[in-house]
């Protein structure tokens, strides 16, 4: 027998049995675990969200490198598209630019082969016009800015000095005068010294040409013409220039 305390009973404490594993078939005993610190079914979802997020990761990359295809393929191709173009229009304009310098030395050859220049009289007094040879020189004397007559000499090289009996290619004058009182000089003249008169068509008037000894003593030829209220006369002094005077003739325009 035990001894027993004067202060009471002591109570035995209940017996500890090891710990081992339920067997086959047993239910485990309340509070028994696995491995301390291990749960498999969080394991197993942790793993499956990272495959998603990879396989997200992935489609996601993809999308953006087809798109970063798309957009170089498509630059490349307008890249292309606009070189193309800025080819083809460098090319018309080398072509035009070419074309335009052709036509203008063309133009600029045909100009130099023709043989005449072309006249051009005051505006104020009708703007009186024709061609003359390109070989002579003018020389304006009077240009009737302040009004007047306006007088301009024409001759192969240089103009001679200006007088009444200086010999020059042609003389254009505009006189401030009636028609008649102009070719009144020409008619008290006609049968003398052979000088005669015909008519002929210059512009859209008909014109008096006197043919002959003229005013002091020159040999050749005047036109004498109206226009406005004042009255033109173009005149040779001498008959080597009747050639050239009568084709001069044939060019003269103005505005009535």
């Keep these: 027998m ?20 339920p067997a086959p078939g047993a239910v485990a005993p309340q509070g028994a675990m696995g491995p301390v610190g291990t749960s498999a079914p969080a394991v197993a979802t942790k793993t499956r969200g990272g495959m998603a997020e990879t396989i997200i990761l992935i489609i996601v990359s993809l999308i953006a490198v087809t798109f970063i295809g798309l957009f170089i393929w498509k630059y490349i191709e307008w890249d292309n598209v606009r070189t193309d173009v800025e080819g083809q229009i460098s090319a018309e304009v080398a072509v035009a630019v070419s074309e335009n310098t052709t036509k203008l030395e063309n133009e600029f050859l045909e100009r130099e082969k023709y043989p005449y220049k072309s006249f051009a009289g005051p505006a104020d007094y009708g703007s009186l016009s024709f061609e003359y040879p390109k070989t002579w020189n003018i020389y304006i004397a009077k240009d009737a800015v302040n009004g007047g007559d306006y007088e301009a000499y024409l001759n192969p090289g240089e103009v001679l000095p200006v007088s009444n009996t200086s010999i020059n290619a042609l003389r254009v004058t505009i006189r401030d005068a009636a028609f008649d009182t102009v070719t009144k000089t020409y008619d008290g003249l006609i049968g003398k010294g052979g000088l005669t008169v015909a008519t002929r068509n210059i512009g859209s008037v008909v014109a008096n040409v006197y043919t002959g000894e003229l005013p002091n003593k020159l040999q050749g030829i005047v036109a004498v013409f109206k226009l406005r209220d004042k009255t033109v006369l173009l005149q040779t002094d001498a008959m080597l220039f009747s050639e050239e005077f009568f084709k001069l003739l044939d060019t003269v325009t103005f505005v009535e």
Excluded: L
């Design 2 to 21: 035990q001894n027993k305390s004067s202060y009471g009973s002591v109570v035995e404490p209940a017996p500890t049995q090891p710990f081992a594993p």
